[in-house]
C-alpha cells in the first residue's frame, strides 16, 4: 500500500537549474497539494489541484509551476532554481477539501 | 491574525506526565479540525480529528471550542516515544485546503 510517494527524495541544484519533483498517489484522491517546509515557518502551500488537469495557486506560488496530466500524479516544477528555494517539499493528496490529507516522505532540496 | 496559531514550546516534560497544547483559529467557519505529529525530518501524519463533542483515542483527546475558536489535545501519562511536533490543522476560508500551524515541539525525558 503505497500511498503518496514523491520521487527523488534528495537533490541538490545549481543556481538557475531547473528540475521537476514527482508527486504519485494511488489512493483515487481528487485533490492533490505541494508544500514546503521551512524551519520556523511551518508548512506553507505552493500549488493545488482539485482533478486532473487543473491547478491553484497557494500562499507562495512564485517560481514554481505545476501539472495535472494524470489523476494519479502532481508534478512541481522549479524553472530557475534559486537558493531561497532551499526546503523541503512535502506533497500530499486528500479525498475532498475538508477531510483528511496523506503526505509523501518529502523531498530535500538545496540550491547552491 | 494568523489562520492558525500555536505555542511553538518547546515542552519538555518527564515521563507518565500529562501535557496540553491549545491552537486558535481564525476562521469561524472551518469544519474540519485535526491533529498531526511529525517526527523530525519525516512526513506530518495524522493523530486524530476533532469533532465537535470532543474525542478521544487511547491516551490523547481532543476538544473543539468553536465559540473560543481554539483547539487542545491533551495528552496523559507521556511517553517517550511522544516526542515530536504537533501540528494543529484547520480547513480555510471558504474551498480551500488544508491549513497548518506552525506546530507544537514536545520532548518527553526519562
Known amino acids: 500500500n503505497a500511498g503518496v510517494t514523491q520521487t527523488p527524495k534528495f537533490r541538490v541544484l545549481k543556481t538557475g537549474q531547473s528540475m521537476t519533483l514527482l508527486c504519485a498517489q494511488d489512493?483515487?484522491?481528487?485533490?492533490m497539494y505541494w508544500y514546503r517546509q521551512d524551519p520556523g515557518m511551518g508548512l506553507r502551500l505552493i500549488h493545488y489541484?482539485?482533478?486532473?488537469?487543473?491547478?491553484a495557486k497557494g500562499e507562495v506560488p512564485d517560481g514554481y509551476n505545476v501539472s495535472r496530466l494524470k489523476k494519479q500524479n502532481f508534478l512541481l516544477g522549479l524553472e530557475s532554481a534559486a537558493p531561497s528555494q532551499t526546503s523541503v517539499y512535502f506533497c500530499?493528496?486528500?479525498?475532498?477539501?475538508?477531510?483528511?490529507?496523506?503526505f509523501g516522505q518529502g523531498t530535500r532540496l538545496t540550491v547552491v | 491574525r494568523k489562520e492558525v496559531e500555536q505555542d511553538p514550546g518547546p515542552f519538555n516534560v518527564p515521563e507518565g506526565a500529562t501535557v496540553a497544547f491549545n491552537c486558535t483559529y481564525s476562521?469561524?467557519?472551518?469544519?474540519?479540525f485535526f491533529w498531526y505529529r511529525q517526527d523530525c525530518r519525516k512526513e506530518p501524519k495524522l493523530l486524530m480529528s476533532?469533532?465537535?463533542s470532543g474525542n478521544e483515542d487511547g491516551r490523547f483527546t481532543a476538544q473543539l471550542n468553536r465559540a473560543s475558536q481554539y483547539i487542545s489535545l491533551l495528552i496523559r501519562d507521556s511517553k517517550l516515544s511522544d516526542s515530536a511536533t504537533y501540528l494543529c490543522?484547520?480547513?480555510?476560508?471558504?474551498?480551500?485546503?488544508?491549513?497548518f500551524g506552525k506546530g507544537t515541539r514536545l520532548s518527553v525525558i526519562a
Open positions: 500530499a493528496s486528500s479525498y475532498s477539501w475538508g477531510a483528511e490529507a496523506f
Open positions: 489512493m483515487n484522491h481528487e485533490y
Open positions: 489541484s482539485v482533478g486532473e488537469g487543473t491547478t
Open positions: 476562521n469561524s467557519a472551518s469544519q474540519s
Open positions: 476533532v469533532y465537535s
Open positions: 490543522v484547520v480547513n480555510g476560508a471558504g474551498n480551500t485546503p488544508l491549513v
